[in-house]
Nanobody
């Protein structure tokens, strides 16, 4: 599985961005998809995950209520809609996937990773 993240950019606080992660491979629909982020000088942290069916989602407390994760299995793509962005959301965002129904926060559980996309939120 290869993952290609896109949609990052610069925005002012309170603004919105939508990240996309396109996956190759015919078994996309069997993978849980997740997003992580890493700010300068900080460890990579979990943002959100969605199971293969889209039935279950998991969000980090810091983004709950502001970010929405969805997927379109027909397009092999997941979308992270980010609203009410804050300067502390500034980071490189990575998409990742794991086969099956794990949709937790542990990055080591995810098998495949895309390249990062930079999100910068200015105050």
């Amino acid at each position: 599985v290869q993952l290609q993240a896109s949609g990052g950019g610069s925005v002012q606080a309170g603004g919105s961005l939508r990240l996309s992660c396109a996956a190759s491979g015919r078994t996309f629909s069997t993978y849980t998809m997740g997003w992580f982020r890493q700010a300068p000088g900080k460890e990579r942290e979990f943002v959100a995950a969605i199971t293969w069916s889209g039935s279950y989602t998991n969000y980090a407390g810091a983004v709950k209520g502001r970010f929405t994760l969805s997927r379109d299995n027909a397009k092999n793509t997941v979308y992270l809609q980010m609203n009410s962005l804050k300067p502390e959301d500034t980071a490189v965002y990575y998409c990742a996937c794991v086969r099956g129904n794990y949709y937790g926060t542990r990055s080591r559980e995810y098998d495949y990773w895309g390249q990062g996309t930079q999100v910068t939120v200015s105050s």
